[in-house]
């Protein structure tokens, strides 16, 4: 409703019309400008003309589509000035999109800085790496439910949790460890676990060192599990490497 009103010339006195044209049975056609008749200073004007004309202006500027360089070179001179980029900092520079903008055109805002040759100083690798692990998650849940179909058992799939009901009776959780370098040199993965309702099976995966594909995978169930976290490394205590499973 506000932006309406802050476009609506009647508020300077004129008086625009023809913007749409409808037929019956017809979907609704937005004119060119040009085709719009126009009957200036109909009204008695509540609005200056400037004031409006401005606020116009910052709205085609707003509602402007940049360009990937446009976008980019802005951030450019936002860094240039302030030496320091940030999510807050880019939201309250006057005519640079938002960071959301460059989220969503460059997948994160990280991504963004590594186009511009913006360092911030620490190692967001992790970002790509659960980005990735995402988008492979449902292929390696529907592969999972699958395999356990075709052995006989019956799934249901809770779409909002991800949980998977086996024969109706006992409910697991897939979860994808992210594989990472010690400071010794030595891989490990760090499992979080589901603690509100937990499953009475988690699923946990071990990635490979590129985080690329599945190594191998634990079977957790509920009664052996403690706080929300478990930590694996490359060997692990008797209870938990006695059996793990090939991916």
Avoid at 84 to 97: N, Q, R
Avoid at 106 to 127: K, M, T, V, W
Avoid at 203 to 230: C, H, K, Q, W
Wanted: net charge neutral.
């Amino acid at each position: 409703m506000v932006h309406q009103i802050l476009i609506n010339e009647k508020y300077i006195g004129n008086n625009v019309y023809n913007r749409i044209s409808f037929k019956l049975k017809k979907m609704r056609v937005r004119n060119a400008p040009d085709m719009w008749v126009r009957s200036d200073a109909a009204f008695q004007a509540v609005v200056d003309a400037e004031s409006f004309f401005v606020a116009r202006g910052i709205i085609q500027e707003r509602n402007r589509v940049f360009t990937d360089e446009e976008m980019l070179a802005k951030l450019r001179q936002l860094h240039a000035q302030h030496r320091e980029l940030s999510a807050s900092l880019i939201d309250d520079a006057d005519g640079v999109p938002t960071s959301s903008s460059f989220r969503n055109r460059f997948g994160s805002l990280i991504e963004a800085y590594r186009l511009i040759g913006f360092d911030p100083g620490h190692n967001y690798d992790f970002i790509q790496v659960n980005r990735r692990l995402r988008s492979f998650f449902p292929d390696l849940l529907g592969d999972t439910i699958q395999q356990l179909q075709g052995v006989g058992a019956t799934v249901q799939q809770d779409e909002q949790t991800d949980k998977i009901l086996i024969n109706g009776e006992y409910s697991a959780l897939l979860v994808l460890g992210r594989c990472k370098s010690t400071s010794a040199g030595r891989l490990g993965w760090h499992i979080r676990l589901e603690q509100e309702r937990p499953p009475d099976i988690t699923i946990a995966v071990r990635m490979d060192a590129a985080n690329e594909r599945p190594t191998d995978f634990y079977l957790l169930p509920f009664i052996d599990l403690g706080n929300g976290a478990l930590r694996l490394g490359e060997t692990n205590p008797a209870g938990q490497d006695t059996a793990p499973q090939n991916g």
